[in-house]
């Protein structure tokens, strides 16, 4: 009886055929390759909390969930404080500023809004005046400063054009130092229009600090991203101003903000009418014509004003405001339906639906 | 690597060619399933997370934080009929039946979303 | 009273041989790690494969169900999940293996048996882990990976088994 026939033979054979050793490794590679692809746990955090009386909404990839958790409960805080030092109705530093602006005397400006009321001068002067914070008396008048609304019908045209004609204006503020007046006793802040942005860049600029530079901050749809999904761009779905559907999507280069102003946001109806929040300065009331206005831009403030301000700017405007504005990247949906877009943006957006939308290429920005 | 072709019989070449074409309509079927949308969470803040099917027509009342908020759930989508709060933007918002998509009554502190992944890393609105 | 004889033939002492090998490569293969705890790429498939065109589907059946026995019982896993999951990945390859052997023409190669196998093998291993384990929809989106790890390696298997066969054609 021969020993096993084996032993012997396949050990020298396995010396000769040098094939089969290198796919073992080969196999055993890919193996592993597979398995560390598999076993890694999905490294995306979400968490969603209540600020600025809407949903928050934050991602963070690559960092473990309990720092991550840590980073979002920091800035829900921040987020809330944020909400009461810049909300027209709340006793606070903005308030008293807005009651100092009435009287036209020099004060010294408090810290927690000196460097917004800063910002939105800015942003107001390039936008011709249609992104203007400082018409808070007819903000007020058409009952879009609180949170809750209680009377659902539209001022008179008495009111309105009383308010419209004092023409209160960011540039009425006149800058000393720390100090600061108003030259327009009309003047009233409300920042609704840009807060949000500016809360946004703060606390992207808190994340970059504690070292996590991919995350998305969303608020109440209008949102900032960093860095990137893992190996990917982040994507972004842009929801159809007119049903709940995703419409469009682009994908996030680098560092971004995406910001929609809209009338479908805060609005009531009033005989069959509807009257949305984005007051035209010019004309006190409303603006009409446009369904909503998309903006891409780096820092969240700016992307904010400057939806508000092509939003009112309408279908004929826009490219003007936003070559001035230094925006790159528009999409203006009029109250047709029809897609206003630059050639830049028009390349970035992918139409999600099987029938792409009437679209008109303006000029290049 | 000619060794290879003698290595493979036909029926290998046909078969290996097979599973290959196959794969990617494998990767599909299973990873399109995230996106399936049939059932809704529903949160309030006095009786937390509740989970409803799509599939089933009902109405549900939800306790909220000042009152009653009322959703109704028909041929796989879910909408808020009523609820306690001025404006109503959680009715306004209509009907809901996208995976993912998420409607909410934030005075009276009730949300719902249905469950799957909307396909995106954060959805602007 | 009568001494029964058992005469162990040289195809007994080959197969006995083969399934050793089998059983090692089985504990070898339960050491490494893997994404659904349990769940192994198959390489005991080789020896399945080889022993299949060599000795035929029955033989190749006995050293497979062996190879899973002996080898949970020297682990120590007899009848633990991991032994369920290899017995049902075992079962899974042998029943699509037989009517394979009835390809006409040359039939499948060691690589076509070998990719069966190990496609058949994952898929049972994966029925199992689903229905008695871990019945969550994420598993679903694990599935075409293993899949097309199952492929890979039964790719791997069937070279090495060819390679095997080819030697002992070779030796002989």
């Known amino acids: 009886m021969t020993p096993l026939p084996f032993s012997g033979r396949l050990f020298t054979t396995v010396r000769q055929h040098t094939i089969v050793q290198q796919l073992s490794v080969l196999l055993l590679c890919l193996f592993l390759s597979v398995l560390s692809a598999c076993d890694r746990k999905e490294p995306v955090h979400h968490s969603r909390f209540l600020g600025f009386g809407t949903i928050i909404e934050i991602t963070i990839y690559g960092t473990d969930h309990e720092r991550a958790q840590q980073a979002i409960d920091d800035i829900e805080n921040d987020i809330a404080i944020m909400h009461r030092t810049w909300h027209p109705r709340e006793k606070n530093a903005l308030r008293r500023m807005n009651n100092l602006f009435q009287t036209t005397e020099w004060f010294s400006a408090a810290p927690s809004v000196r460097p917004l009321i800063l910002k939105s001068i800015k942003l107001s002067q390039t936008s011709q005046h249609l992104f203007n914070p400082a018409i808070g008396k007819l903000i007020e008048l058409w009952g879009f400063s609180q949170d809750e609304r209680p009377v659902n019908e539209p001022p008179s045209e008495q009111k309105i054009s009383a308010l419209v004609r004092k023409q209160p204006r960011m540039s009425d503020i006149k800058l000393k130092g720390i100090t600061m007046r108003s030259t327009n006793p009309d003047l009233k802040l409300d920042f609704g229009a840009i807060a949000k942005g500016y809360a946004i860049d703060k606390n992207i600029e808190r994340l970059r600090k504690l070292n996590i530079n991919n995350a998305i901050i969303n608020a109440g749809g209008d949102l900032r991203a960093i860095g990137k999904h893992g190996e990917r761009p982040w994507v972004i779905g842009i929801r159809d101003p007119r049903n709940e559907g995703v419409f469009a999507s682009l994908k996030i280069q680098e560092d971004e903000s995406v910001f929609t102003s809209g009338d479908y946001e805060r609005y009531f109806e009033y005989q069959g009418k509807r009257y949305h929040h984005i007051i035209d300065p010019r004309t006190g009331s409303p603006a009409e014509e446009t369904l909503s206005v998309t903006v891409i831009h780096s820092d969240a403030a700016t992307a904010d004003a400057a939806s508000t301000a092509l939003f009112i700017a309408g279908k004929d405007y826009w490219h003007e405001i936003a070559k001035n504005m230094g925006i790159k990247y528009v999409m203006l949906i009029d109250s047709e339906g029809t897609v206003h877009i630059n050639p830049a943006m028009r390349a970035r957006i992918h139409f999600e639906s099987e029938k792409p939308p009437t679209i008109n290429l303006s000029e290049p920005l | ?125 | 009273m009568q001494q029964i004889e058992l005469e162990a033939t040289r195809e007994d002492m080959r197969i006995a041989w083969l399934t050793a090998l089998a059983v090692t490569i089985h504990i070898v293969e339960s050491a490494l790690p893997s994404p659904i705890p349990g769940i192994k790429p198959g390489l005991a498939n080789i020896i399945t494969i080889a022993v299949l065109i060599r000795y035929g589907w029955s033989t190749a059946a006995w050293v497979s169900i062996l190879r899973v026995l002996a080898g949970s019982l020297l682990i120590g896993t007899f009848l633990s999940p991991g032994f369920l999951l290899s017995l049902g990945g075992a079962i899974c390859s042998i029943m699509i293996l037989k009517p394979a052997t009835y390809m006409p023409g040359k039939g499948f190669g060691p690589v076509g048996y070998s990719i069966l196998a190990a496609v058949a093998h994952m898929c049972g291993q994966f029925t199992i882990a689903y229905t008695l384990f871990i019945p969550h929809q994420a598993m679903l989106n694990l599935l075409p990976v293993l899949i097309t790890a199952a492929i890979l390696f039964g790719i791997m298997s069937g070279i090495i088994a060819s390679r095997l066969l080819q030697t002992r054609n070779n030796g002989n």
């Open chain 2, 1 to 125: 690597m000619s060794k290879m072709g003698k290595l493979l019989t036909t029926a290998d070449k046909v078969l290996l060619s097979c599973t290959v074409l196959l794969l990617p309509f494998l990767y599909f079927s299973a990873w399109s399933q995230d996106l399936q949308a049939d059932s809704v969470k529903i949160w309030s803040s006095s009786q937390g997370f509740q989970t409803f099917t799509l599939n089933q027509k009902q109405k549900i009342l939800i306790d909220g934080a000042h009152g009653k908020s009322v959703f109704e759930i028909q041929n796989g989508k879910i909408r808020f009929v009523d609820s306690k709060c001025t404006n109503k933007i959680c009715v306004r918002a209509g009907w809901l039946s996208h995976a993912g998509a998420f409607a909410a009554c934030l005075p009276n502190n009730v949300s719902m979303e249905i469950t799957g992944t909307t396909g995106y890393d954060s959805i602007n609105f």
